[in-house]
């Protein structure tokens, strides 16, 4: 299954991507849907919940490709509002400057962030929600969780290790890291 | 005459606050008001209209000190609404980090930035403005103009040169300098 | 005792700081001390020992304040030379922009950073250290230690729960956050 | 001619690399070397001078690919060294979080920035160099300049847009921009 459903000529078809992900870094993205009071404070962090292969449930946040032709931006906006919905309202940041950057490596030595389909560059963005959210494709549901929440024992559980990793940078970057 | 009008024990009287501005740092924020389209990117910066002592137009981005036992970020608020009004809608950023950190000094030689009242070290925001702006207290007029606007000649010449030096940090930092 | 020993007219004196305490925010820096391998890669944090009031150990960052007329940047390189003594080549970021910006209060509810003393708000850099460290003043001892060694329980629990939320945040900011 | 000696089965072939840059974007990592002083001040930037295709001089900031495998702060120092020589001692900075991301589009109206070769994708870095430098590969040779002296006509007439662009943010950055 593809990951974009408008296809275009100078845009890899499935294969060819396939191919190119064993030679090339991809550039992704990275968003951390969040919610905040009027003063900026994050009180909530979004998490995407969906089933895994093995039936179990993951929660997750939003990742994707950039792709041929889009500005990153463009790409965080599409990923948000695939997962999200169309009335999600989210504020991209205004600085094109990511919190931090995560490098996914089909060798899991190398930066910690393992990804055995390919070597991943992600720009991640703390992204403020606004609207309302209708989880939409493969995303089960969507849980708002406080900061603490999200670092419980349980939910940390649930999400993957490099997704636990990203989010504990998101967190310390709003100053919420319990 | 006051920058509050609120008092509250623990804040320096207007004396003992010229007393102190002479012998401690003095913390202040920095707000540059910015529209932005749905993808983050700033289209408009907000300027503040004020006649100067000389009857000169001056432009200003919003600037002011922070309380003793007020946050950062409370502080960032009310500046903005006390110049832009209520309605204003600021997005206060969701990271305490400032994009850039000023400091002013009555020596204009050490850092560039002069304020012959003070040594003040000022964290500065760039802040997205959603909602309707009404200037207030001492500003006559608050103007929204393009990036390549506000580095025109004769606007930068309105500007202080340590207020359009911070503009242009901004700028900077949001991709959009010129 | 007076956290300088110079003295300049235009400081003030220990008394004076006391009162301005209770009534305006303090500018502070504080500094994560490092060792980075050829990469830039965080390999090790410096922490210092002191003696508490209570004889116990404690584990502390850097901190000071910013005197008046003095640069943010001068700030760090002081209070680097004064904990790690003047042989440990600091290399000062290039940029003004903190990594955090940490903001302590009388009141522990603010913010969850406490300071009984004082309104405090913190600028903080990571710092790496290229010299010999040779602890001086009333710190007894430097030590360095690895991320995953800062993280333990046992060290944690010898950090002020201040210091090692800083600590955490710097470790996110630097991509070494176990 | 390739844009590094080594080969590896996964990295791309020249023809390859051709084929797969029209169709995905490209992760690149720019770096602004730089001179400071023991504060941290840059007092001066690093340009290299190389001779263009037309036989006129240009000059240009260390730009290149991220490989397959590699990591971003990897990326770095190869270039750097690549360019400056093996004995530049360039100190990667601690935090894989860029002070800007460049997005280069063979379409030079999405953002600026122009590259008709592909979508490149730049995070961009300033780097201390603290060691000697002998400009290697193609570069003629390296000038060191003082902030000012690079914002001249004369020099930035001699840089491409995007690279004048990249330099006056990294300006910006380090709180330096005339």
Not at 73 to 83: F, G, I, Y
Not at 93 to 111: A, C, G, K
Request: glycine letters at 8%; a negative charge.
């Amino acid at each position: 299954m593809s990951d974009y459903t408008e296809t275009q000529n100078n845009w890899l078809s499935d294969d060819d991507l396939e191919t190119t992900r064993g030679r090339l870094p991809i550039v992704y993205v990275n968003a951390i849907p969040v919610r905040t009071d009027s003063l900026g404070v994050v009180t909530h962090i979004g998490l995407l919940l969906r089933i895994g292969p093995d039936g179990g449930a993951n929660r997750e946040i939003v990742a994707g490709r950039v792709l041929y032709g889009e500005r990153v931006r463009d790409a965080v906006l599409r990923h948000l509002e695939k997962d999200l919905g169309p009335l999600a309202m989210p504020r991209i940041p205004t600085s094109p400057q990511p919190f931090t950057v995560i490098e996914y490596f089909p060798n899991p030595d190398i930066s910690g962030f393992h990804d055995p389909r390919q070597h991943a560059v992600g720009l991640a963005y703390v992204v403020p929600i606004e609207g309302d959210c209708e989880p939409s494709q493969d995303a089960l549901d969507l849980v708002w969780l406080q900061p603490d929440e999200v670092m419980s024992p349980t939910v940390a559980a649930e999400l993957s290790p490099g997704h636990l990793k990203v989010v504990r940078r998101a967190l310390a970057h709003v100053g919420c890291l319990p």
